[in-house]
């Protein structure tokens, strides 16, 4: 079992920055990646950016890229999700994501919201 337990988000202005934390807990040595994901309300959940949990391989989708920076920190088992440049379209609940054993754990979700 893998418990992971989100932190961050909020509401912030067009162009502005928010950084989501994710730390994870439990029966960590079988993570294989660890990803965020996102979901507005009548849509299915969207993968935004996937990290490997050992080795550290980033994949982001493109609508993310060069603005979101998914990154890990091994030692606290947490990993982060820095987005700048946010834009209006980005709000949505944002979820972290992890994979052990072929089993997906998720966290609780975190509000996002951009708005002027």
């Known amino acids: 079992q893998v418990q992971l337990v989100q932190s961050g988000g909020g509401s912030v202005q067009p162009g502005g920055s928010l950084k989501l934390s994710c730390a994870a807990s439990g029966s960590l040595f079988n993570i294989y990646t660890m990803a965020w994901s996102r979901q507005t309300p009548g849509k299915e959940r969207e993968l935004v950016a996937r990290i490997d949990w050992m080795n550290g391989k980033i994949y982001c989708v493109d609508f993310v890229k060069g603005r979101f920076t998914i990154s890990r920190d091994f030692a606290k088992n947490t990993v982060f999700l820095q987005m700048n440049d946010l834009k209006p379209e980005d709000t949505a609940i944002y979820y972290c994501?992890?994979?052990?054993?072929?089993?997906?754990?998720w966290g609780q979700g975190t509000q996002v919201s951009v708005s002027s």
């Open positions: 994501n992890a994979v052990a054993d072929h089993v997906n754990y």
